[in-house]
């Protein structure tokens, strides 16, 4: 009889070890970022660890509009976004929990991260300038403020409003300025348009390299990956004709942005959610993703790769709280459109 209680105990053990050994195999996200390098990095996670990786990948936006709609019955164990703002997005409407693990911290630059522990970054990007080598002189160039000044007039070339890089360049500038200021400014800066906004950071980089316009806005890591050959022999060689240019050096720095990690309040794979992000904060993932997306690593001791290396890894970058960017978002965006970019 005794033997027959603990047989029953063990199997009910053993039933719930194997149930949850069966939802512990895996890692649900929710991701943003639009990178080959991720799927890369996610089989070598799974390769290490055995847990699978299921990614679902849209806009930031529709991925918290899909969070909130699916409540409890969410899969998802992490959000990933290109953009401090929407993490805190998340955070603000309650789905995402506190990550206090000792690995994460350690790794982490402080002045980067959330400072009520809500996500991780991952990595960090500038929002830069690139100029034409041959028609503009890089002491033409100074500020983000100074894109609106009328000797611009009908050569900058910059993304939509809708993109999200450019509402947390906005929202900066409203973080810093007010609304009323970064609305004047806007209106210059889409009265010097050479075109209207069309296409993504790269596009810019080829208006530029074509003649279309003298300067673009992009993020750093563009100009490295065509410059590496990735994106084909035309993008490597448009590359070549212009320069890459940190604004606001003699001034507040240059915009800086964070790719994140958020993890989901009521994801069902918390410890696989906490492996996966110490992985992509280990120094194999950051150099990975240093050597396939040439974004800056967070990590310590990785260095970013030659390619955007060489034009200068000590930059002063601009000390406005990253969690601002979701602040102003709303403020930015209404901004934005009433300028008409
Ligand atoms: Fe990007």
Redesign the pocket.
């Known amino acids: 009889m005794k033997n027959i209680f603990y047989a029953l105990i063990m199997c009910s053990l053993f039933l719930g070890c194997d149930s949850l050994e069966k939802k512990s195999n895996e890692v649900n996200l929710y991701s943003q970022r639009?990178?080959a390098v991720d799927e890369l990095q996610y089989k070598n996670f799974t390769k290490l660890t055995g847990i699978k990786v299921n990614v679902v990948k849209a806009n930031a936006d529709e991925l918290i509009e899909r969070l909130k709609n699916e409540g409890e019955n969410s899969p998802a164990d992490l959000f990933i976004t290109?953009d401090a703002g929407k993490l805190q997005k998340a955070a603000e409407f309650e789905l995402l929990q506190k990550v206090n693990n000792k690995i994460i911290n350690n790794n982490v630059s402080n002045d980067l991260k959330d400072k009520n522990s809500f996500w991780v970054p991952i990595t960090y990007r500038a929002r830069i300038v690139v100029y034409s080598n041959d028609r503009v002189q890089k002491s033409e160039l100074s500020t983000y403020e100074d894109l609106a000044k009328p000797e611009w007039n009908g050569r900058v070339v910059i993304r939509k409003s809708s993109n999200m890089?450019n509402q947390s360049l906005v929202a900066s500038l409203v973080a810093n300025h007010g609304v009323e200021a970064t609305e004047a400014w806007a209106n210059g800066l889409v009265s010097n348009m050479a075109r209207k906004p069309e296409g993504n950071?790269r596009a810019q980089i080829m208006a530029v390299a074509n003649g279309e316009a003298d300067i673009a806005v992009a993020?750093s890591y563009?100009i490295a990956l065509m410059l590496s050959g990735k994106k084909g022999a035309e993008q490597q060689a448009a590359a070549n004709k212009v320069v890459p240019f940190f604004p606001g050096q003699g001034g507040r720095g240059t915009h800086i942005n964070v790719s994140g990690i958020g993890m989901l309040k009521l994801g069902p794979n918390r410890e696989n959610a906490l492996k996966l992000i110490e992985f992509l904060l280990s120094e194999t993932a950051q150099n990975h993703i240093v050597n396939n997306s040439f974004e800056y690593p967070l990590l310590e001791g990785v260095n970013p790769h030659p390619l955007i290396a060489q034009f200068g890894t000590d930059f002063k970058q601009d000390q406005t709280p990253v969690s601002s960017y979701g602040e102003f978002n709303p403020d930015a965006v209404k901004l934005m459109e009433r300028a008409g970019w």
């Open positions: 639009h990178y290109v890089y950071d993020n563009y």
